[in-house]
């Protein structure tokens, strides 16, 4: 069916809208070129309201619309062009982008794509790489052929422009406006899925069921005057605390604080006190002596969590010592 794809396969409007990627020329090799706005692209939200499936097929349409490109391109040239060059702007890239069941989806993208499409991709451009990115490379690096790996190039902020970045690989007036270029670029921006088009919450409850059972998540309940808290040691600043949870009844309150004091509770190990395994069986380390502005203080805003929302964030720290997450029954 891969082989026929562009013939039966024609994406959702929905896909058509908020899928942030399209081709735009070729590059200095004559490589047709593939521009994915990534950190722009509600990945969370394309797979709550199409599925894996939708997504799975409309990225191999996009590889046998490379290969029939590369053909175009070899009569044009003149020699053979056999491959594609992929640019990837991760500009707006956060923690939503690492929803689990996103990132499963795209675990199963690259895994079909690798076994279908072998050495079809020339060049793969990473540009604007955020903070939050090594996060997301850890998870999918294993899972990509050593090949493919050495064809990357990474650049984080704008490293990308000057010499040694794109204009090393694309000529100066197909570079996108968007990233400093004259070229006007098509390629659409993405932007929020509406809610009101997503599909039953129903496989989506069962699978979080399932993940806290067969992966590193866990499971918590927060009850009135009994916070759950998780701390973690960090001996050097600099570092990028992440959290992915979700909260399935009630309203809960999220904050994150520092200390250069250790809580009694981690003094024995002085490592990160692990997330109980079942539910009710809250952990608590902000010792009831501390003084919030004196031996404590809070390095993020309190945010309050609704019922039925997915949270995912970052914190860069600026000091080593121990950091706390909480979270704490809302009372409006």
Known sequence: QVDYILETWQAPSLLQ??????????????????????????????????????????????????????????????????????????????????????????LRIIEVVEANYPETLGRLLIIRAPRVFPVLWTLVSPFINENTRQKFLIYSGNNYQGAGGLIDY?????????????????????????????????????????????????????????????????????????????????????????????????RVEMAPVPAPTVAGNNVQLIDKGWVLGSDYSQVESPLVCREGESIQGSHVTRWPGFYILQWKVHSP
Request: aromatic letters at 8%.
């Open 17 to 106: 809208e908020y899928y942030a990627g399209g081709w735009h020329y070729h590059d200095k090799d004559g490589r047709p070129l593939y521009i994915l706005r990534l950190g722009q692209m509600d990945t969370k939200g394309l797979v709550k309201a199409l599925g894996e499936e939708p997504l799975l097929r409309h990225v191999l349409s996009i590889n046998e619309e490379g290969q029939k490109r590369c053909e175009e391109n070899t009569q044009e040239f003149g020699r053979p062009i056999r491959t594609w060059t992929c640019l990837v702007d991760l500009e707006g890239l956060n923690m939503r982008h690492l929803w689990r069941p996103g990132v499963k989806t795209l």
């Open 170 to 266: 694309l000529d100066r007036e197909v570079i996108p406006d968007f990233l400093g270029g004259e070229c006007l670029c098509s390629v659409p921006e993405g932007g929020l899925v509406p809610k009101s088009l997503y599909q039953t919450e129903e496989v989506e409850i069962s699978d979080h069921i399932r993940l806290w059972t067969e992966t590193i998540y866990h499971s918590a309940c927060v009850l009135k005057g009994a916070p759950h808290e998780i701390g973690a040691e960090i001996l050097e600043g600099e570092s990028v605390i992440t959290w992915d949870f979700d909260i399935l009844r009630g309203d809960v309150l999220f904050s994150l604080f520092h200390s250069k004091l250790a809580p009694a509770a981690m």
